[in-house]
């Protein structure tokens, strides 16, 4: 039962974020519509004002076959992923035998995915999920944390802030992103070093993995979600250890 919870309460903040990355992708107002009224779900279609029966996790993608009630158009996947994927990542962390509080870990990584999510799609990481994510991070430190995660992320933001600045030299181009350096750091703030070290040669694989792929099939790419590569690290970290 407590798992079934979980996993509602996640797949709503899932369909949360997968709405409010939408937005931000359309540069919308967050909190107001257009006549100063607070922000309504709805179609993204017809516009229309969507009930409470519409917007019930998952079950009502399944129910209405995909598509909306009132135009009868496809409903975009990406919420019925974004519901599934948040549902599973708070069951993961009520599973974890992991002694920080879950009033910690739940923010922080729903922050994170959300980032991962965005990224995954627009190769950009929205300032309004970092600073929460930093915040959070930074939060984590008085409960579990220690000036060795402080010391060891700034070192490793460092070196990271480094081998970019080479690379952008050599390759004549932005090869990673600031926000990448700043999600690199919260992270190091919130696991301890080992998580951390973890979480960061799995991302870094999984990249050259999907570059190295994307090449052999003939499908050349300049950049991979580096964002959404560093949650898998993080969430993986996080079980394993």
């Known amino acids: 039962m407590t798992l079934f919870l979980f996993f509602f309460f996640g797949s709503i903040v899932g369909s949360y974020f997968e709405t409010t990355n939408q937005r931000i992708a359309r540069d919308d107002n967050l909190i107001l519509d257009s006549n100063k009224r607070f922000l309504r779900s709805q179609c993204d ?14 079950f009502s993608f399944l129910l209405l076959k995909g598509k909306c ?30 002694s920080l509080n879950l009033i910690l870990t ?7 995915f959300a980032i991962a999510l965005f ?7 929205p300032k309004i999920y970092l600073l929460f994510f930093i915040l959070i991070s930074f939060f984590s430190l008085y409960f579990e944390g220690s000036l060795t ?3 060891f992320a700034s070192v490793m933001t460092s070196t990271v802030f480094i081998a970019k600045q080479i690379m952008d030299r050599i390759m004549k181009r932005e090869t990673l992103g600031n926000g990448d350096l700043f999600l690199i750091f919260g992270l190091g703030l919130f696991h301890p070093p080992l998580e951390f070290s973890f979480a960061l040669l799995l991302a870094s694989s999984l990249g050259i993995v999907i570059f190295a792929l994307k090449n052999l099939m003939k ?16 969430i993986s970290s996080f079980s394993f250890f």
């Open 69 to 98: 009630r009132y135009c009868k158009k496809p409903i975009k996947i990406d919420h019925l992923i974004s519901e599934f994927l948040f549902g599973m990542i708070f069951c993961l962390l009520i599973l974890s035998d992991n």
């Open 106 to 112: 739940i923010p922080f990584f729903s922050f994170l």
């Open 219 to 234: 499908n050349p790419i300049d950049k991979v979600p580096l964002g959404t590569l560093l949650a898998i690290g993080s």
């Open 45 to 58: 279609d017809c516009k229309r004002e969507l009930s409470w029966l519409d917007l019930f996790p998952i």
């Open 119 to 125: 990224d995954y799609k627009y190769f950009l990481i």
């Open 149 to 151: 995660n402080i010391i």
